[in-house]
């Protein structure tokens, strides 16, 4: 910690002998070996939270970073999906469409089509889905069973 050699800890003894005295040189080196623990104890410590603050810091970093990744995935495949809902709402339109529609015309079909496509639940479990389902169960009527001779 201090590179004090063993002639360089003898000379320190001696001077402590001279100036503090027989008497009272023990419970001073005592003193001061526990204030040197406690002084290591606290050097350990904040080394330890140095380190501690400089993973979570690293953490923290390598998680903007996946979160960034995420996102620009998530944006690629967004972008990627809205390509091919609109080729396919193009494709579509074009088949049913009837012979004399014009292209503007076409084009503003496929808009509110995808803009039906985009609103509507994509999801089981949804609140739509199951309002759904609870009126096609209503007016579905069962089935019954025919007899066989």
């Not at 002639?7 to 040189?25: C, N, Q």
């Not at 903007?64 to 690629?76: L, N, W």
């Not at 972008?79 to 503007?104: D, F, N, R, T, Y």
């Amino acid at each position: 910690m201090f590179d004090i050699g063993f002639s360089e800890l003898l000379l320190i003894a001696v001077v402590a002998l001279i100036v503090i005295g027989p008497e009272r040189l023990p419970k001073v080196a005592r003193t001061a070996g526990l204030l040197s623990g406690r002084l290591r104890r606290y050097v350990n410590d904040v080394k330890a939270d140095i380190s501690r603050e400089m993973q979570l810091e690293e953490l923290k970093k390598m998680q903007q970073d996946v979160a960034d990744r995420i996102v620009a995935a998530e944006s690629t495949v967004r972008h990627e999906m809205h390509e091919v809902e609109s080729e396919m709402a193009s494709a579509v339109m074009q088949k049913i469409a009837p012979p004399g529609l014009e292209a503007e015309d076409i084009a503003v079909a496929q808009e509110d089509s995808f803009r039906a496509v985009s609103s509507a639940p994509t999801f089981p479990g949804t609140a739509s889905s199951e309002k759904t389902s609870a009126e096609l169960a209503k007016t579905a009527t069962p089935a019954t069973p025919t007899e066989r001779t």
